[in-house]
């Protein structure tokens, strides 16, 4: 499966413990399909060990956590008034939102292994 927009990082702990990392930043018109995106890894994950999510010290294969954020940026115009030497600051219209979303996703070495293959991240 091909991913357009979440680029995995991974990186392993002491014990074997992977850890896949991803993060995506789009306006408002690509969101719907980070979202989709995100979906299709996870529907991945829970037909290719299903039942077996939870965290992976505690004996689940693999487990996520998503986080999100939405940014609205307001330019300001920043002007020295040399009349009463105060800096005067002036607020333009905000921009389009920036959403911002994290996934991390850990498991065992079996669950790396078939994560790599299925998102072809060797």
């Known amino acids: 499966m091909t991913l357009d927009y979440l680029d995995f990082?991974?990186?392993?702990?002491?014990?074997?413990?992977?850890?896949?990392?991803?993060m995506a930043t789009t306006g408002p018109q690509h969101?719907?399909?980070?979202?989709?995106e995100i979906a299709q890894v996870l529907e991945w994950a829970n037909a290719a060990f299903p039942g077996r999510?939870?965290?992976?010290?505690?004996?689940?294969?693999?487990?996520y956590d998503l986080?999100?954020?939405?940014?609205?940026?307001?330019?300001?115009?920043?002007e020295f008034d040399e009349d009463t030497l105060r800096v005067c600051v002036h607020?333009?219209?905000?921009?389009?939102?920036?959403?911002?979303?994290?996934?991390?996703?850990?498991?065992?070495?079996?669950?790396c292994v078939a994560f790599t293959a299925q998102f072809d991240l060797a």
């Not at 969101?31 to 989709?36: E, Q, T």
């Not at 992976?56 to 487990?63: I, K, L």
Request: glycine fraction near 14%.
């Open 9 to 22: 990082d991974y990186s392993e702990d002491t014990e074997g413990i992977g850890v896949f990392d991803a």
């Open 53 to 63: 999510r939870g965290p992976v010290g505690e004996g689940g294969d693999w487990d």
């Open 91 to 111: 607020a333009g219209p905000p921009t389009t939102p920036r959403h911002t979303v994290t996934m991390s996703i850990s498991g065992t070495p079996e669950f």
């Open 31 to 36: 969101v719907a399909a980070v979202h989709a």
């Open 67 to 78: 986080q999100g954020m939405q940014e609205i940026t307001v330019p300001e115009t920043i």
